[in-house]
């Protein structure tokens, strides 16, 4: 059965510091990967897409940056972090239907 | 831009009862998916739709792409299906991996 695992579960950084979240799929060979963040309170909102290792495609720029450096590995990242970067991040794949998330992070920028 | 309108953005039902989301939508739209968000922040599929209606247990989703709307009915509602529930739908112009999320239900169970 195809597993989905995203890391850390929660973070609490500092407005300038580096980011780095992770995320990884078992069990499905070449998933579409995705990444989504969402306000607390609000809609999802896509911000990357990978449909092969090696390329990603950004829907909204929000000074992050995404990589697929496996198959089965989805890294968002950025250098500084802003408070608007505050929210929860999801990790999704599909075979291009339905759509399966991980459990988030929460990411607190103070 | 392509757009979905969801309604209500919040419900409350007893324990038992029924009622029905919607979502509209100001373009074509070529498939629709229905999640559930738990209040743990975890995002459950419920339904995947190209067109027609589909049902599983007490839920069932219709999606009909030329009035453009989807709908999903909750019956005899339990208090685990507390959440907010998302529709999701893929543009006209489909553009890989390019999917427009409304803006949520946000639906309370009661006793």
């Known amino acids: 059965a195809q597993t989905i695992h995203q890391w850390p579960v929660a973070e609490i950084k500092a407005v300038g510091s580096p980011l780095s979240l992770g995320c990884t799929i078992k069990?499905?060979?070449?998933?579409?990967l995705y990444w989504y963040w969402q306000a607390t309170g609000g809609t999802l909102q896509q911000l990357f897409y990978?449909?092969?290792?090696?390329?990603v495609e950004s829907v909204v720029q929000l000074n992050l940056s995404a990589s697929r450096p496996k198959d089965d590995q989805f890294i968002l990242s950025t250098e500084k972090l802003l408070l608007s970067h505050s929210g929860f991040y999801l990790c999704a794949w599909s075979l291009g239907e339905r759509l399966f998330f991980g459990h988030g992070t929460k990411l607190s920028v103070l | 831009g392509d757009q979905v309108e969801q309604s209500p953005s919040a419900l409350s039902l007893h324990e038992g009862t029924g009622s029905a989301l919607r979502c509209n939508f100001t373009t074509t739209m070529r498939a629709v998916q229905w999640f559930q968000q738990n209040s743990r922040g975890s995002l459950i599929n419920l339904f995947y739709?190209?067109?027609g209606t589909k049902e599983n247990g007490r839920l069932k989703s219709t999606f009909n792409s030329k009035e453009s709307y989807s709908t999903l009915h909750i019956r005899d509602a339990q208090l685990e299906d507390s959440g907010t529930y998302f529709c999701a739908a893929e543009g006209g112009d489909y553009n890989q991996g390019k999917l427009i999320f409304g803006q949520g239900t946000k639906l309370s169970i009661k006793p």
């Open positions: 069990g499905k060979s070449s998933p579409n």
């Open positions: 990978s449909i092969t290792v090696g390329q």
């Open positions: 739709l190209a067109s």
